[in-house]
């Protein structure tokens, strides 16, 4: 029998991480596991002119901004033990360690589902994760919208 303790949803506040969460609750209230919600923001870009790279770093507020959005992520059922996480850097690298650290039992985490020149151009963030977890990993995409 399968048993989830701690299931990890890493979000980047999109429609499929949207799909994802609403699926890491039902399965957290399933098993009365615990949930810890993570963002993974991406570090400020290097500017190099020549050999002088200046500091450049976020504009003031960024961090308190996206640990409002993060916890706006909220389940319907109160029940639920839910905590966050804010980290900064390679999105799918700490996702992986964080979910090491933490001891998550499942990733639950949505895709884009790109494919072709986007997916070589901008990567899989689950990609990696699944590829690089060890735990094992859902992956949820949004629904699609008819075209009409």
Known sequence: MLRLQKILHPT?????????????CALARH???????????????????????????HPPGYHDWLWQELRKIQPDDPALTVSYQLLEGDAAKEI?????????DLI??????R????????????????????CPVLTVRAKRQPSG
Do not use: C, N, W
């Not at 980047?12 to 890491?24: G, I, M, T, V, Y």
């Not at 992986?96 to 998550?104: E, L, P, R």
């Not at 689950?126 to 060890?134: G, K, N, P, Q, Y």
């Open 12 to 24: 980047d506040f999109s429609d499929p991480a949207r799909e994802a969460f609403r699926l890491a």
């Open 31 to 57: 098993y009365h596991a615990e949930m810890v919600i993570l963002h993974v923001a991406a570090p400020p870009p290097v500017v190099a002119y020549g050999e002088v790279v200046p500091t450049v770093s």
């Open 96 to 104: 992986v360690k964080f979910a090491q650290q933490m001891g998550a």
């Open 108 to 113: 639950v985490m949505g895709t884009h589902g």
């Open 115 to 134: 494919t072709g020149l986007m997916h070589l151009l901008m990567g899989s963030v689950a990609e990696e994760v699944v590829r690089h977890a060890t």
